[in-house]
T-cell receptor, first 111, second 116 residues
């Protein structure tokens, strides 16, 4: 199956700073790269995704960049706020429509 | 819309007992799946279904059974629970395959299972 590596596992930033989380994957045929946010006690929710025909995508303070040649993609959060504190998961699609998740990054934003 | 509903939210089992985690969605989604979440391991796919009557294995299927008799329901069965199955289980659904347009996964709130 797909091998998805996510770093760092924990990240602490001051409110207003930027946060970057990176994922690498192994299957060069993968085409879909979503990011999910999980708040405490809840299920994950999709926050942004990107497909292989696009290099970057932005949605307000959140952006995702993709480097297909190097097989890595990153989540960028600018002007972080305390409500951004959560666990973030990257994911990669594979054959038969399966979605493989990274191990997660616990982001803490200090006021 | 209630979205994805999982029951029970909490359950304690003894080794060897059986139980079923229920999952129902009211969004008319064709794709449904079960994941388990363990500390430091992320979300791992157990089983999934691309429509009523069709199921397939994910990354960690051993010890679990599923069936999909209706579009709405996708129960996960543990036939003989083991301590290694202590985890938080999430059911998720999407309109199409996760990699396709309309493939956003909607997750339930999770079921925390402890096997003693």
């Amino acid at each position: 199956g797909e091998n998805v590596e996510q770093h760092p596992s924990t990240l602490s930033v001051q409110e207003g700073d930027s946060a970057v989380i990176k994922c690498t994957y192994s299957d060069s045929a993968s085409n879909y790269f979503p990011w999910y946010k999980q708040e405490l006690g809840k299920g994950p929710q999709l926050i942004i995704d990107i497909r292989s025909n696009v290099g970057e995508k932005k949605d307000q303070r959140i952006a995702v960049t993709l480097n297909k040649t190097a097989k890595h993609f990153s989540l960028h959060i600018t002007e972080t706020q305390p409500e951004d504190s959560a666990v973030y998961f990257c994911a990669v699609d594979s054959t038969l429509g399966r979605l493989y998740f990274g191990r997660g990054t616990q982001l803490t934003v200090w006021p | 819309n209630a979205g994805v509903t999982q029951t029970p939210k909490f359950q304690v089992l003894k080794t060897g007992q059986s139980m079923t985690l229920q999952c129902a969605q009211d969004m008319n989604h064709e794709y449904m799946s079960w994941y388990r979440q363990d500390p430091g391991m992320g979300l791992r796919l157990i089983h999934y279904s691309v429509g009523a009557g069709i199921t397939d294995q994910g990354e960690v299927p051993n010890g679990y059974n599923v069936s999909r008799s209706t579009t709405e329901d996708f129960p996960l069965r543990l036939l003989s629970a083991a301590p290694s199955q202590t985890s938080v289980y999430f059911c998720a659904s999407s309109y199409t395959l996760p990699s396709g347009s309309g493939g956003e996964l909607f997750f339930g709130e999770g079921s925390r299972l402890t096997v003693l």
